[in-house]
């Protein structure tokens, strides 16, 4: 079955720097590839998505950018605001049956002033 | 757009008494929602899908007679955790799409204490 994984588990910024996640799946079939945010005591929050038919998408200081290839996509954050700390979760859709999204483990980002 | 709530946000209830949790899409119809579990500092955990009009699909390990799912609606779906024990205080989190989208959108999540 498809697996995801996820580096760095934490990641440490100071406010105004770059911050990038970076996740790789199993299942070469998987074509939609969500990224979220969750806040501490919140439900997952999408903030960008990419399908597998585009190589780069972005959204003012997000960017996602995917590697068929290679099967590695990565989140990109630019002038990072403290307001960005949270968890970030990247996903990859299992392209059979109900279509479920298999999570990687999560990144804990700390932007400092 | 795309707003799907939750109820209750929390929940305290004693050993042994059964605990409901409704996960609503407020402005788009639902035709899959999905149920999640999440321990403190982990990932989601996908407990079941369901299918408007049909029978839940448990994944594996988890009881379907332990946690019930029910969707009735394209705006409505409920988990009841029968029984509860402590064991099962935990994140709830549900999360709904609509038919021919990949996009999944999440409830605010409910937090489950059983005493």
């Known amino acids: 079955g498809e697996n995801v994984e996820q580096h760095p588990s934490t990641l440490s910024v100071q406010e105004g720097d770059s911050a990038v996640i970076k996740c790789t799946y199993s299942?070469?079939?998987?074509?939609?590839f969500p990224w979220y945010k969750q806040e501490l005591g919140k439900g997952p929050q999408l903030i960008i998505d990419i399908r597998s038919n585009v190589g780069e998408k972005k959204d003012q200081r997000i960017a996602v950018t995917l590697n068929k290839t290679a099967k590695h996509f990565s989140l990109h954050i630019t002038e990072t605001q403290p307001e960005d700390s949270a968890v970030y979760f990247c996903?990859?859709?299992?392209?059979?049956?109900?279509?479920?999204?298999?999570f990687g483990t999560g990144t804990r980002l700390l932007v400092s002033p | 757009g795309a707003v799907v709530s939750q109820h209750p946000s929390w929940v305290i209830c004693k050993s042994g008494t059964s605990v409901k949790i409704e996960c609503r899409s407020l402005d788009f119809q639902a035709t899959t929602m999905f149920w999640y579990r999440q321990f403190p500092k982990q990932s989601l955990m996908l407990m079941a899908t369901?299918?408007?009009?049909?029978?839940?699909?448990?994944e594996q390990g988890v009881e379907k007679d332990k946690f019930l799912i029910n969707h009735a609606s394209l705006t409505l779906s409920t988990l009841t955790v029968t029984s509860a024990h402590p064991e099962d205080s935990s994140f709830y989190i549900c999360?709904?799409?609509?038919?021919?989208?990949?996009?999944?959108?999440f409830g605010p999540g409910t937090r489950l204490l059983v005493l």
């Open positions: 369901s299918n408007e009009g049909s029978k839940a699909t448990y």
């Open positions: 299942d070469s079939a998987s074509n939609y």
């Open positions: 999360s709904a799409r609509e038919q021919t989208q990949e996009t999944q959108y």
């Open positions: 996903a990859a859709t299992i392209p059979r049956g109900f279509q479920k999204l298999v």
